[in-house]
């Protein structure tokens, strides 16, 4: 069937989150809190969405809760035995494109939010070096994108570093904590010693992260945070130390800027799109970050949330992800 939208025709969504945790999710996941902005932006502009996440999940749109958690293979029949009917369009957002692979005769497209991508059709990469990277230029970018009024600004900043994110090793927090020993600055480490994903490791954290944690006094672990005080560290930390390897996108980065605190990062991955108006941010080593943190000027809040407000809000995201849908039916 040709399926042609013009402007104006509302649309009926599936939005397919991971099974893992809840949409939106209570302290980490981020895949799941885009799910959640996308699919609440998507309801306020008069789009009937149907989304697929854990029991628990909240939403403006339908719910279709999983049966079963953890278990991505599950997914795709699950999706394909509940769907409801006349659906135009499917955004799967699952780590495999489990959905994406199978064959549903409903047009898909699959955002890629981890660094690797299975063959799909019309897959949407978070930025543009990872669709070079991993799909050799081919298939779409769109940024991620976050409500800016869930995240409080703050001129006035503290005296910490801040490391934000999954205890891991691919995460870069051993190189946060290099860091804050040449520079001998105040490091807050906030986020679970255990992987959601691989519970294994737990091991790492306490072979690798604790005991430098117990030798350094300047060196604080508060846990995995939320809500408040998530805010609360974020938007006092004088910068955000984001030493990542190369990530589909790295969503702590806008969440900092848009609280008016400045990242610093290795340049992998997103980074220097992210980055792009502040280039001194931007490092090849932890070297090259110690010594920054020494000798530069920080950017000043302001222009570091009005860069937020310009390029990575949910709204300009879900208008950048309606004008795809709309490309996509357009071809079928």
Known sequence: MQRVRKEGVMLRIVQ????????????????ERIVYELTEQLVKKGHEVFLYALPGSKTSGRLIEYSHWGDPSKIAQYVKNT?????????????????????????????????????????????DAMRTKLNAGRGYVVHNGINQEDCLFS???????????????????????????????????????????DPESTTFFIRHILPKI?????????????????????????????????????????????????????????VPEILREFPALICSDVSEAALKLKTIDLPDPYRLRDCFLQNFTSETMVNN?????????NQN
């Open 16 to 31: 397919i989150s991971p099974d893992y945790v809840t949409t939106p999710p209570e302290k980490y996941g981020g895949i």
């Open 214 to 270: 117990r030798k350094h006094p300047n060196i604080i672990y508060v846990g995995e945070v939320g809500g408040a005080y998530k805010q609360h560290l974020l938007n006092r930390a004088k910068c955000l130390l984001f030493m990542s390897d190369d990530e589909a996108f790295g969503l702590v980065m806008i969440e900092a800027m848009a609280c008016g605190t400045p990242v610093l990062a290795l340049r992998n991955g997103a």
């Open 83 to 127: 769907l409801p009917s006349s659906i135009d369009i499917i955004h799967d957002h699952t780590h495999g494109s489990v959905v994406g692979r199978s064959e549903l005769p409903i047009p898909m497209v699959c955002s890629i939010h981890v660094p690797w991508c299975n063959e799909i059709s019309n897959p949407v990469f978070l930025c």
């Open 155 to 197: 001129a006035e900043k503290s005296d910490y570093l801040l490391f934000l994110g999954r205890l891991i090793e691919s995460k870069g927090i051993l190189k946060a904590i290099e860091i804050a020993e040449k520079t001998k600055l105040r490091l807050v480490i906030a986020g679970p010693e255990t992987d959601i994903v």
């Open 321 to 329: 992800y309606l004008e795809l849908y709309k490309r996509v039916l």
